[in-house]
């Protein structure tokens, strides 16, 4: 089993586009994945579950990877998080600036 | 029964008709727990797993039908709920509970699913809380298709649908029937009954307060979209009156067909270009196949998504897109007109929205947001056919700061050797009274104006239009309104800069005399206006409009401007009264 901790990174959260992203690169493993955010745990495998989470910017939560190919499943969508599923831009960037008084 | 019961709404979608009331109430299925024979349960997954089929058909019809009319970008709600329909685990895990407690599959799914919407509705995340009614939409469909019961979205013979509210997804819906008008309690010009209605060319009256109290299914009703009211149970005159009314349209519709693709000169000679408003590229087409001369504002909103801005290079296909499709004509292309809200939706809130940070004030405050649209348009310009254009301006310095944005764009468009038109267009919407009344000054500013009436007359009346209970004094016709137009087009002709109206207003045959005798050079309309502009052009003389508008000028209200109108155009545009 492996266990991995991830901070969402994309301004709009595990949303619909995001978590159908997540949700299909899980299925391509046979491992088993799971979620867990403050004590909850969900099937990693499921849009629905996933969307309930309610996974914010900035939430923290656990991955937790199960079978026999859990460490490139680990690997994948771990690197898909740190992506921010492909919404880190200039926009978000900008804004991190403003947030630190860079405001134009 | 009251026989001819009048109830006032808004006028949302044109049109009339005349027909049997169909009363829309989304009932929940019921759900009752039953036990399940050992020899039942298989019969049991089956009925389940049909239902998961039928219902994923069912959407994949909307959304073919919600891209046609609304674009991709409006048809994500259903993409979401296919996207949940495939979810392997939760259908298992349902397959799993039947098996084992042998308890009817539509006890189950409520059950299961109950959890998950409790989940979104209790996190306290608006964009979840939407998500939720997606669920709870998605499971009442597939429990109706298990309970294999008639939708009550089909008919056969034609119906006015009447209902408290429609969501998008029933206003798609009803369109696959004959269905001939929507009336809704709830609901402003803005709202998606209205802009769908409207997109599908069905008539529509909204906001009628009362109606799904006055109206049972099988009422005869006359929904008239011109003058939004509905007529319940109306005696046989009325009904003749606009069977009348109806078949005069018809012959109206067929003659303007003749004057799609000619020009829209007057008589004595001034010619007006007639543009199209558009809101997603989609449409176009359907602006040229009216008789379109380009596209005279192209609302960009539609972009953002779920308070997603797409980044550059995806906004650039979009712009392109249109480009092409209107070269050689121009599109002038508006940046972002939305409040914050839209965008920064995850904690941006306001008070007061429309006074609030909206519009250029947004790209300003943002700059990376508003340097990577004005990019994208300017990669979009290299035919020269691109303007480019800012909304929501309210003083000059943000016409200059935004204006230097332009110049940062070019400038890092240049370091990568990336081209567009160095010599684009840049204008602003004249859409708020402090920029009418600064006119003069802009205008040496800048390219070109667009006037946006909606917002104009909003703002100078402080009326908010999608307000049901204030909607009725937006008066685009009231004497202060008239006189800000009158002194922007002043003001642009002196600079010698060319000057538009891209609001509602410029499609109202009564306006489009007014505003071609105030001097504009262009009027922008929903394409499908756009017949009956170049006819009314073409039948009035630039001299009496100018006489008429500058008499229009000194009237005290609204009624006394549209009394004078009404007379004077009798004569000059005989079948105004339909």
């Known amino acids: 089993m492996i266990k991995k901790e991830v901070e969402i990174k994309n301004r709009t959260g595990l949303h619909t586009r995001p978590a159908a992203m997540l949700v299909k690169l899980a299925s391509k493993f046979k491992s088993d994945f799971f979620i867990e955010k403050n004590g909850v745990e969900i099937n990693g495998k499921s849009i629905i579950g996933v969307m309930s989470l309610a996974a914010e910017q900035g939430s923290k939560l656990v991955l937790r990877f199960e079978g026999e190919d859990e460490e490139e499943a680990a690997k994948a969508i771990v690197a898909l998080f740190e992506s921010g599923f492909g919404e880190l831009d200039g926009l978000k960037n900008e804004e991190n600036k403003d947030g630190q008084g860079q405001s134009h | ?578």
């Open chain 2, 1 to 578: 029964m009251v026989k001819g019961k009048v109830i006032e709404g808004i006028p949302a979608s044109p049109g009339i008709a005349i027909g049997i009331a169909l009363k829309y109430e989304k009932l929940k299925p019921k759900v009752v727990k039953k036990e399940l024979k050992e020899e039942e349960v298989s019969g049991e997954i089956e009925r389940f797993l049909m239902a998961i089929e039928r219902s994923k058909s069912e959407l994949r019809k909307i959304l073919t039908l919600a891209v046609e009319k609304l674009g991709s970008k409006g048809a994500e709600i259903f993409e979401a709920q296919i996207l949940m329909l495939d979810d392997k685990t939760i259908i298992n895990k349902i397959i799993e509970r039947i098996k084992e407690e042998k308890l009817n599959a539509e006890f189950i799914i409520q059950d299961e699913i109950e959890k998950y919407i409790k989940f979104m509705q209790d996190s306290g995340d608006d964009y979840l809380k939407e998500r939720a009614h997606d669920l709870e939409d998605l499971k009442n469909r597939v429990i109706r298709n298990i309970q294999q019961q008639k939708w009550l979205s089909r008919f056969d013979t034609s119906r006015i649908v009447v209902a408290e509210n429609l969501t998008p997804a029933d206003t798609i819906l009803f369109s696959r029937n004959q269905v001939l008008g929507y009336a809704t309690d709830l609901g402003g010009m803005t709202s998606h009954t209205a802009i769908l209605a409207r997109a599908l060319k069905i008539p529509a009256v909204v906001g009628l307060k009362e109606a799904t109290k006055s109206i049972k299914t099988g009422d005869l009703v006359i929904l008239d979209g011109y003058k939004g009211i509905l007529i319940i149970n109306p005696e046989q005159d009325v009904v003749e009156e606009y069977q009348n009314k109806i078949k005069r349209i018809a012959e109206f519709e067929r003659k303007l067909e003749d004057f799609k693709f000619v020009p829209a000169v007057t008589i004595d000679g001034r010619k007006i270009t007639i543009l199209a408003n558009i809101e997603f590229p989609e449409e176009v087409n359907e602006a040229l196949e009216s008789g379109a001369e380009g596209v005279g504002l192209f609302r960009t909103e539609y972009i953002i998504s779920n308070g997603t801005i797409p980044e550059e290079d995806e906004q650039f296909e979009e712009y392109l897109k249109v480009a092409e499709k209107v070269y050689p004509y121009k599109v002038v292309i508006r940046t972002f007109d939305v409040g914050g809200d839209k965008i920064f939706r995850d904690y941006h809130r306001e008070e007061n929205p429309f006074l609030g940070w909206r519009g250029i004030r947004i790209g300003l405050d943002k700059p990376e947001i508003l340097l990577s649209q004005l990019r994208a348009i300017l990669r979009a310009s290299v035919k020269k056919n691109v303007w480019v254009m800012f909304p929501m301006v309210s003083s000059i310095d943000e016409v200059r700061e935004a204006k230097k944005y332009i110049d940062m764009a070019k400038a890092q468009l240049k370091e990568k050797n990336i081209p567009f038109d160095e010599n684009i267009k840049v204008g602003v919407m004249i859409e708020t009274p402090s920029s009418a009344l600064m006119a003069k000054e802009i205008a040496r500013e800048v390219d070109f104006f667009s006037i946006g009436t909606n917002d104009l007359v909003q703002y100078t009346l402080a009326v908010d239009r999608g307000n049901e209970t204030v909607a009725k004094i937006f008066q685009e016709f009231h004497p202060a309104v008239l006189r800000l137009i009158q002194f922007v087009v002043e003001s642009a002709q002196r600079a010698k800069i060319p000057v538009s109206v891209c609001g509602e207003m410029a499609a109202d045959p009564f306006a489009t005399v007014l505003l071609v005798g105030f001097g504009l050079d262009e009027l922008s309309v929903a394409p499908k206006m756009i017949p009956e502009i170049k006819r009314i052009i073409k039948t009035i003389k630039f001299k009496d409009a100018k006489r008429i508008s500058k008499r229009a000028l000194v009237f005290k209200t609204q009624d006394e401007v549209k009394n004078f109108l009404m007379k004077e155009l009798k004569g000059i545009i005989p079948e105004i009264e339909i």
